[in-house]
């Protein structure tokens, strides 16, 4: 007999009605590795991994004991916690998947430069150093000479006591070593393809693959003269693995409950990220509940592997799932974010997950338009919304290019480790995000009400609900690092619930709609949290100016979303400004210079105006200013950037030039 419903969400859970035949898995792990053990006990053979044409099998990167044992020789013992600063390696996974058997916790922050001052990029690690308190680092040879070095007698008073270094050639033959200058140079030539007056465009495929080898060279000689004399010992993966004696393991080892990762969300307040904690029992839930959900993959599946495994979404719902799954995860380190067409016709996935605006570029890859992508089964986004336009043109893409998949949604924060939604079957409907994955519970409370959960109910007649939503399940993150509070928790009948500062609305069949953000946060086209508070308030540190307000614009060059920052002026003693050189300032001494500050907050155009559009209550006009054609007088600003790599910054107008802004006296 179906029970009484009371209009509550978090308590009706109308969605489980798709979840009729859902079986719920009871065994007892005593960790992550064992989990994925038992998942893989009989595809030891099978490839789990490949990496610039090297296949490594499950037997290699999830019951070889190597990494453990190498992190034990070294002094790694339980509950130590190693910071990693490293991209999408097979040995980033294996020392990972050592880390948790030794009950030790794997931190992982952004491992790319964060800006053109190396000083910068240092301060900001230590105040991650300073909070987070590792005892062992592991990071790529090239963030250890930029982020490391120059900070190295800090890191010692710290208590770092080793660094282990990687390099992303560590584990390529000469094969993919050239497959990897092939892909740095075809990155070089679609770009100049599409900016016919860079610079760039006037260098040879020659030229430009020597300037490649030359700049290999230099970063392998900087590194033997750093690595010469030490304050903290620094030791190469590699030479550990020749050098290691045989250590006795515990197997038995019971750290289910234990803090197993550490990532970070992006454009978080104050002088560092976030850090989200992650206990093995939080990720086994997680990953299970995938399964349940039916969004795994089929064993031999090849899942493009781009997104980071710093961001929770990149470490479970891309990485491990995959592992999970029996598939194949391709490795890639490094890739020009404006060229994510270029890994599509490289690698022909199975499996895609990305961000909206990655996908919604798809259409626009010239390169793409003959091509048979029938072998493309998944493709899923999260990190944003799409809209119903962009979604209904990927879809007819993917047909018109053989393939059988229709985009699927999700939705997901790093504090319950990525997708906590997600949209397929009947429930997959333009606009939503679907429905919550098994073990979780949503609920929609008064977003008016900070203090307190206020939880909402369907009103007689009313088809929609809307409000804040909040989250609750066995992946939740307990939010506590080092006695401090990261994720606060409330109490709502008897359950503990975390808030998103989301909106949205859900139908009667439990289905939900995203509306925003409270705090008009948006994503970049490559997924990076944008808060336009924490821009503003940097900006408006200027003398010059008076007012900065940051919204989101669609960046043909991007080809995604991007922020643009409005500004006005103090004009009380200035009659004219050059604004190239105001925005100049802004741009490396007020950001770049800034160690709370990331490359990646930098607005990628500026408008300096006269006034800022009001409502009727005489407060700035965000939808106008979102909604204002672009007319050739902003400013751009280029950034020359990769996914691990920050280059060079060009600053100029955008059409017209207009040197001298001119300032009327009010």
Same mark, same amino acid.
């Given at each position: 007999?179906?029970?009484?419903?009371?209009? @509550?969400?978090?308590?009706? *859970?109308?969605?489980?009605?798709?979840?009729?035949?859902?079986?719920?898995?009871?065994?007892?792990?005593?960790?992550?590795?064992?989990?994925?053990?038992?998942?893989?006990?009989?595809?030891? !053979?099978?490839?789990?991994?490949?990496?610039?044409?090297?296949?490594?099998?499950?037997?290699?990167?999830?019951?070889?004991?190597?990494?453990?044992?190498?992190?034990?020789? $070294?002094?790694?013992?339980? /509950?130590?916690?190693?910071?990693?600063?490293?991209?999408?390696?097979?040995?980033?996974?294996?020392?990972?998947?050592?880390?948790?058997?030794?009950?030790?916790?794997?931190?992982?922050?952004?491992?790319?430069?964060?800006?053109?001052?190396?000083?910068?990029?240092?301060?900001?690690?230590?105040? $991650?150093?300073?909070?987070?308190?590792?005892?062992?680092?592991?990071?790529?040879? +090239?963030?250890?000479?930029?982020?490391?070095?120059?900070?190295?007698?800090?890191?010692?008073?710290?208590?770092?006591?080793?660094?282990?270094?990687?390099?992303?050639?560590?584990?390529?033959?000469?094969?993919?070593?050239?497959?990897?200058?092939?892909?740095?140079?075809?990155?070089?030539?679609?770009? /100049?393809?599409?900016?016919?007056?860079?610079?760039?465009?006037?260098?040879?495929?020659?030229?430009?693959?020597?300037?490649?080898?030359?700049? +290999?060279?230099?970063?392998?000689?900087?590194?033997?003269?750093?690595?010469?004399?030490?304050?903290?010992?620094?030791?190469?993966?590699?030479?550990?693995?020749?050098?290691?004696?045989?250590?006795?393991?515990?197997?038995?080892?019971?750290?289910?409950?234990?803090?197993?990762?550490?990532?970070?969300?992006?454009?978080?307040?104050?002088?560092?990220?976030?850090?989200?904690?992650?206990?093995?029992?939080?990720?086994?839930?997680?990953?299970?509940?995938?399964?349940?959900?039916?969004?795994?993959?089929?064993?031999?599946?090849?899942?493009?592997?781009?997104?980071?495994?710093?961001?929770?979404?990149?470490?479970?719902?891309?990485?491990?799932?995959?592992?999970?799954?029996?598939?194949?995860?391709?490795?890639?380190?490094?890739?020009? $974010?404006?060229?994510?067409?270029?890994?599509?016709?490289? @690698?022909?996935?199975?499996?895609?997950?990305?961000?909206?605006?990655?996908?919604?570029?798809?259409?626009?890859?010239?390169?793409?338009?003959?091509?048979?992508?029938?072998?493309? *089964?998944? &493709?899923?986004?999260?990190?944003?919304? +799409?809209?119903?336009?962009?979604?209904?043109?990927?879809?007819?893409?993917?047909?018109?290019?053989?393939?059988?998949?229709?985009?699927?949604?999700?939705?997901?924060?790093?504090?319950?480790?990525?997708?906590?939604?997600?949209?397929?079957?009947?429930?997959?409907?333009?606009?939503?995000?679907?429905?919550?994955?098994?073990?979780?519970?949503?609920?929609?409370?008064?977003?008016?009400?900070?203090?307190?959960?206020?939880?909402?109910?369907?009103?007689?007649?009313? %088809?929609?609900?809307?409000?804040?939503?909040?989250?609750?399940?066995?992946?939740?993150?307990?939010?506590?690092?080092?006695?401090?509070?990261?994720?606060?928790?409330?109490?709502?009948?008897?359950?503990?619930?975390?808030?998103?500062?989301?909106?949205?609305?859900?139908?009667?069949?439990?289905?939900?709609?995203?509306?925003?953000?409270?705090?008009?946060?948006?994503?970049?086209?490559?997924?990076?949290?944008?808060?336009?508070?924490?821009? %503003?308030?940097?900006?408006?540190?200027?003398?010059?100016?008076?007012?900065?307000?940051?919204?989101?614009?669609?960046? %043909?060059?991007?080809?995604?979303? &991007?922020?643009?920052?409005?500004?006005?002026?103090?004009?009380?003693?200035?009659? /004219?400004?050059?604004?190239?050189?105001?925005?100049?300032?802004?741009?490396?001494?007020?950001?770049?210079?800034?160690?709370?500050?990331?490359?990646?907050?930098?607005?990628?155009?500026?408008?300096?105006?006269?006034?800022?559009?009001?409502?009727?209550?005489?407060?700035?006009?965000?939808?106008?200013?979102?909604?204002?054609?672009?007319?050739?007088?902003?400013?751009?600003?280029?950034?020359?950037?990769?996914?691990?790599?920050?280059?060079?910054?060009?600053? !100029?107008?955008?059409?017209?030039?207009?040197?001298?802004?001119?300032?009327?006296?009010?």
């Amino acid at each position: 007999m179906e029970s009484k419903k009371t209009g @509550y969400p978090h308590i009706d *859970k109308p969605w489980m009605k798709y979840y009729q035949d859902l079986e719920f898995q009871n065994k007892d792990y005593n960790h992550m590795v064992q989990y994925l053990r038992e998942k893989n006990k009989s595809r030891k !053979s099978l490839v789990a991994e490949t990496y610039y044409g090297r296949e490594f099998t499950y037997d290699e990167i999830l019951f070889d004991d190597t990494s453990a044992k190498l992190l034990s020789a $070294i002094g790694v013992k339980r /509950n130590d916690l190693i910071l990693n600063l490293v991209p999408n390696l097979p040995e980033s996974s294996k020392i990972w998947f050592g880390a948790t058997q030794l009950g030790a916790i794997s931190d992982y922050i952004d491992p790319r430069p964060d800006s053109t001052n190396m000083m910068a990029n240092a301060n900001k690690l230590l105040e $991650i150093v300073k909070f987070e308190k590792p005892d062992y680092i592991v990071a790529l040879d +090239m963030c250890y000479i930029g982020m490391i070095k120059p900070i190295e007698k800090q890191l010692k008073e710290q208590g770092v006591k080793s660094i282990i270094t990687l390099s992303a050639s560590d584990s390529m033959n000469l094969t993919g070593k050239i497959d990897y200058l092939k892909d740095v140079i075809n990155y070089n030539s679609l770009a /100049n393809a599409r900016y016919a007056n860079a610079t760039s465009a006037k260098l040879s495929w020659y030229k430009a693959l020597r300037e490649k080898l030359n700049n +290999m060279k230099k970063m392998e000689l900087a590194y033997e003269n750093a690595t010469k004399k030490t304050m903290i010992p620094v030791y190469k993966y590699n030479d550990l693995i020749n050098e290691i004696k045989y250590e006795r393991l515990n197997n038995d080892l019971n750290v289910l409950k234990d803090i197993n990762y550490i990532g970070h969300t992006s454009g978080t307040s104050g002088a560092r990220p976030k850090p989200i904690t992650a206990t093995n029992k939080n990720i086994i839930s997680k990953l299970s509940s995938m399964e349940m959900a039916g969004v795994n993959f089929d064993i031999g599946d090849r899942v493009l592997r781009i997104l980071p495994l710093f961001a929770p979404f990149g470490a479970f719902d891309n990485y491990l799932l995959s592992l999970a799954s029996g598939a194949i995860s391709i490795d890639v380190p490094e890739f020009d $974010i404006s060229e994510f067409g270029y890994l599509i016709k490289k @690698y022909k996935p199975n499996i895609i997950i990305a961000t909206p605006a990655w996908l919604a570029a798809l259409p626009n890859y010239k390169y793409l338009d003959k091509l048979d992508l029938s072998c493309i *089964k998944k &493709m899923t986004y999260g990190g944003d919304s +799409m809209s119903e336009k962009d979604e209904e043109n990927l879809n007819l893409w993917l047909k018109n290019h053989g393939s059988s998949a229709i985009v699927r949604k999700g939705y997901g924060m790093s504090e319950f480790l990525g997708c906590g939604t997600h949209a397929k079957n009947e429930y997959n409907k333009y606009g939503s995000i679907g429905i919550p994955i098994p073990g979780l519970t949503l609920g929609i409370v008064d977003p008016n009400i900070d203090d307190k959960l206020v939880p909402l109910k369907f009103k007689d007649g009313e %088809e929609k609900l809307e409000g804040e939503i909040i989250v609750s399940g066995d992946s939740v993150t307990d939010g506590v690092l080092h006695d401090n509070i990261i994720v606060p928790h409330y109490d709502l009948d008897g359950e503990s619930y975390i808030r998103t500062r989301d909106l949205m609305a859900m139908d009667r069949d439990g289905i939900f709609y995203h509306l925003g953000r409270k705090d008009r946060s948006f994503s970049r086209f490559d997924g990076y949290k944008i808060k336009p508070h924490e821009i %503003e308030s940097v900006i408006e540190n200027h003398p010059l100016v008076k007012q900065a307000r940051v919204v989101d614009y669609y960046d %043909e060059n991007y080809r995604g979303i &991007m922020p643009i920052c409005h500004v006005t002026l103090n004009n009380e003693f200035i009659e /004219n400004v050059d604004c190239i050189e105001l925005v100049n300032e802004i741009v490396y001494e007020y950001i770049i210079k800034n160690p709370n500050m990331s490359s990646r907050q930098i607005p990628a155009k500026f408008k300096v105006r006269e006034k800022m559009p009001l409502t009727k209550n005489s407060k700035v006009d965000f939808n106008k200013l979102r909604n204002e054609p672009l007319d050739d007088t902003e400013i751009n600003v280029k950034v020359d950037e990769t996914n691990l790599s920050v280059g060079s910054i060009d600053i !100029s107008y955008a059409g017209k030039r207009k040197k001298v802004l001119k300032l009327n006296r009010e």
